[in-house]
C-alpha cells in the first residue's frame, strides 16, 4: 500500500526511541532509522515484500509483520519447508494491545494455508532476555544463537497444526474484528 514504507520507518523510529531511552541501544541503534539511508532503503524494501503485513488499531497502523520462505543469510538453514518471520514489530503507541501476539497468529494461520509445519523467527538475545522470554511466551522453542558481527541472536522454531489438528476457536485476526482486549477494530492484511 502506497506509505506502507514510510509508517514502517516511524515505527522503527518510535522503537529505536524507546529501546535507546531503556539503555538498549545495542538492539537497533541509537538514532532514528530514518537518518540512515542504508536502514531508509532496507526498511522501504521490506514494505515493498510480498509477505509484508500491517496489522492496523483504530484505523492506525500499529505493527508490521514480514514473512519470508527462507531465513536471513546468517540463521543456519533447517532441512525442510519453513515460514521465518523475517520482521515483527509494533508501534509503541500500541504497546499492550496484543499486536505482536495476532501478527504471530497471523503467522501460523499462512503457514498452515501453505501446509507449512515449521514456523521460526530471531530476535536480539540481550537486553535481559527480554525478547526471548516474550518469544517462548509465545509457544516458541529457543533452537540456537548466533553471533552477527557482535549482535547476539537466538532463533526459536514453533511447529504449527494442520488447518485439520486445529480447534475451531481460531484466534486470528481478520479484518475489521476487534484485536483481543483491545476493543477496537483490527486489519490485518497485505499493501
Known amino acids: 500500500m502506497p506509505g506502507d514504507g514510510e509508517r514502517l520507518l516511524a515505527m522503527f523510529d518510535r522503537a529505536v ?108 538475545a540481550g537486553g535481559g532476555g527480554d525478547l526471548v522470554r516474550y518469544y517462548t511466551g509465545q509457544g516458541f522453542t529457543p533452537t540456537v544463537q548466533f553471533d552477527y558481527h557482535g549482535w547476539i541472536g537466538q532463533v526459536f522454531e514453533q511447529r504449527v497444526r494442520s488447518m485439520t489438528d486445529t480447534p475451531a476457536a481460531g484466534g486470528c485476526v481478520t479484518a475489521n474484528e476487534p484485536l483481543p482486549g483491545s476493543g477496537g477494530p483490527a486489519e490485518m492484511g497485505a499493501p
Open 17 to 124: 526511541a524507546w529501546l535507546a531511552a531503556r539503555g538498549r541501544s545495542a538492539q537497533w541503534g541509537d538514532k532514528p532509522w530514518s537518518t540512515d539511508p542504508v536502514r531508509t532503503e532496507r526498511v522501504h524494501r521490506m514494505a515493498a515484500d510480498p509477505g509484508f503485513r500491517v496489522a492496523e488499531l483504530d484505523g492506525e497502523p500499529a505493527g508490521a509483520l514480514l514473512l519470508e520462505d527462507h531465513p536471513p543469510a546468517h540463521v543456519p538453514v533447517v532441512a525442510e519447508a519453513e515460514l521465518y518471520v523475517g520482521l515483527l514489530i509494533t508501534d509503541r503507541r500500541f504497546a499492550g494491545y496484543g499486536i505482536g501476539s495476532a501478527l504471530l497468529e497471523r503467522a501460523r494461520a499462512e503457514a498452515r494455508e501453505r501446509e507449512i509445519e515449521l514456523l521460526r523467527v530471531d530476535c536480539w
